[in-house]
């Protein structure tokens, strides 16, 4: 009889959560998915009012935490929850009196940062068996709040959705090529880095992700979103991508470090000790300090191609050689807690 798994997590298959659902699948066990989405989208201005007033009291956040409840009836031996925003500390500590499951908590975000964490987050830590950071720098904080058995695995990436990507045709190779890439969303220290280097370098830059819009100089360089295949192919047919962390959030690297050199992209991100630890610095990526060395960097990449397209080769071989997929880490992870 395989092994019951409840997760806990977003399941659209851009998420974690829905990579972990294929990967246990994939491992054999079987599993049993609570969609966050289902309950967290907040489809109208009404909506959006009354959660901001109401809170915990929220009609939706009371049905998820009694859906978790009543799924445990099936007995899972693990319930892996992903971040956990929306799991209330009252419906773990009910799991934990009716029923005997190894809970694992994988946290995608610094559960200390308050951008993109909540109450019932920090209040959860001491009540999970196992709290699994993708953030090297919070382990220490995360123990001083009572989390046990505290350990650092990265993210990875998803093979069927990350590989390099041919354009189909020549208004897709217009569409998508240029020199630079940023694809994600507009943070303050992103807007600052970006405007600087657009008024600094004069490359043909493209960004993706939510909020540029909202900024009137950088519409022109705006992309939209760029999900599936169009991350693919936006990954691919840039010279060079970044990959750029969120500070604030006490980041080491991102979702974005193995996605890009997947999807056959030049990563180019900011040196830190994860990802120093995770690439072979100017062999398999190329990592910058400072505005200055990123301007210089994408200056001499840009005009040196067969030393970049080295490192791209590199970069696509050791992500697909070094098990760092959606799988691997969740190996990792149930052969913390058998």
């Excluded at 829905?18 to 201005?45: D, H, M, P, V, W």
């Excluded at 109401?54 to 099936?74: E, I, M, P, W």
């Excluded at 971040?83 to 009910?94: E, H």
């Excluded at 200056?299 to 098990?323: C, H, P």
């Amino acid at each position: 009889m395989s092994m019951r798994v409840l997760l806990i997590g977003a399941g659209e298959f851009y998420h974690v959560g829905a990579f972990f659902k294929r990967a246990l699948a994939e491992l054999g066990y079987e599993c049993t998915l609570i969609n966050e989405q289902l309950y967290t989208r907040l489809n109208s201005f009404k909506e959006k009012i009354l959660f901001r007033l109401l809170g915990k009291q929220y009609t939706n956040y009371k049905r998820f935490n009694h859906d978790v409840f009543s799924a445990c009836a099936s007995k899972p031996e693990i319930i892996l929850v992903i971040k956990g925003a929306w799991l209330s500390p009252d419906t773990i500590q009910q799991i934990r009196a009716f029923y005997t499951p190894i809970l694992v908590n994988y946290a995608t975000d610094d559960p200390f940062n308050l951008d993109v964490s909540t109450s019932d987050i920090v209040q959860s830590i001491p009540l999970y068996d196992f709290y699994i950071t993708t953030k090297q720098r919070t382990i220490s904080d995360i123990t001083l709040a009572g989390g046990k058995n505290v350990v650092f695995i990265p993210f990875g990436y998803e093979p069927s959705l990350h590989f390099p990507e041919i354009p189909s045709s020549a208004y897709e190779i217009f569409k998508f090529s240029c020199e630079v890439c940023f694809i994600g969303a507009a943070d303050r220290n992103r807007i600052n880095l970006i405007s600087k280097m657009l008024s600094r370098n004069q490359v043909k830059l493209f960004l993706y992700g939510g909020f540029w819009d909202r900024y009137s100089q950088f519409r022109h360089v705006y992309r939209g979103m760029a999900l599936g295949r169009d991350y693919r192919l936006a990954t691919s047919a840039a010279k060079i991508s970044l990959g750029l962390v969120r500070h604030t959030n006490r980041d080491g690297h991102s979702m974005r470090t193995f996605e890009i050199p997947a999807c056959g992209g030049f990563l180019l991100a900011e040196r830190t000790k994860e990802h120093l630890m995770l690439f072979e610095e100017d062999k398999e990526a190329v990592f910058f300090s400072s505005d200055e060395e990123l301007f210089d960097k994408i200056n001499f990449y840009l005009m040196n191609d067969r030393s970049r397209e080295r490192i791209r080769q590199a970069g696509l071989k050791r992500v697909r050689t070094s098990a760092c997929t959606y799988t691997d880490r969740l190996r990792e992870i149930l052969n913390l807690v058998k």
